[in-house]
């Protein structure tokens, strides 16, 4: 039993930041691949629901209770990133992410290049930088259910609010409507922000104990 207390406090100290080495850079590459491939990534999640015809005595069938929603996990691969890498390797993945997509080859969900800046969604790839280094920020002190809960809410909170406000402001550039803002602004942080949530924590879950695998490997 004595013999384990010091193995342990070794494997806290290795879990609380990953050394930069060749390991570590591979790490990194390979959040960077995530990133891109939940870019492009759709699941369709299927849930109970209540239809809005219930009350109105129109005829119903199995169908109608069934929700599906198209989701892509681009944000939870995000959270993901950060709780597995930390807050400091973790932006650096996402800064490679970013540096690709801009100057490189079209690695964004509509494409690429310097202009990229000036769409909508711009601004929630903006918002995984923060996101990490709050998320990051957090779980440094543990991996609690309290943390990864903590750090799940702010990461995500974060990225939403700073992708609509740099929509807003996209929009008033381009002299763009309410209209037409209340359209793009439910269509990526509407119900999708609920979904962000769940899957989000699953992923810190998911990065907690593949930290753990991962030292007890290296």
């Not at 269509?187 to 104990?209: E, H, L, M, P, T």
């Amino acid at each position: 039993m004595t013999e384990a207390i010091p193995r342990l406090r070794v494997i806290k100290k290795q879990i609380e930041g990953i050394r930069l080495t060749f390991g570590s850079m591979l790490l990194m590459l390979c959040c960077t691949f995530l990133i891109i491939l939940a870019t492009f990534l759709q699941l369709n999640i299927s849930h109970f629901t209540i239809p809005a015809g219930l009350f109105s005595g129109a005829d119903l069938s199995v169908n109608d209770y069934i929700h599906t929603y198209k989701f892509i996990p681009q944000i939870p691969v995000i959270i993901f990133t950060g709780a597995f890498l930390g807050r400091r390797y973790g932006i650096t993945s996402i800064l490679l992410y970013i540096l690709l997509g801009l100057f490189i080859i079209p690695v964004f969900a509509l494409g690429g290049g310097p202009k990229y800046i000036f769409e909508y969604g711009f601004g929630y790839i903006l918002g995984y930088i923060p996101a990490v280094f709050f998320a990051g920020s957090i779980l440094k002190s543990g991996y609690t259910n309290r943390n990864m809960l903590h750090a799940v809410l702010v990461g995500v909170l974060t990225i939403h609010l700073i992708g609509i406000l740099y929509m807003l402001f996209i929009a008033a550039l381009k002299h763009e409507g309410w209209a037409f803002m209340s359209g793009w602004i439910c269509a990526q942080s509407g119900i999708k922000i609920v979904y962000d949530f769940i899957f989000s924590f699953a992923a810190v879950f998911v990065a907690k104990y593949a930290k753990i695998i991962l030292w007890f490997f290296m």
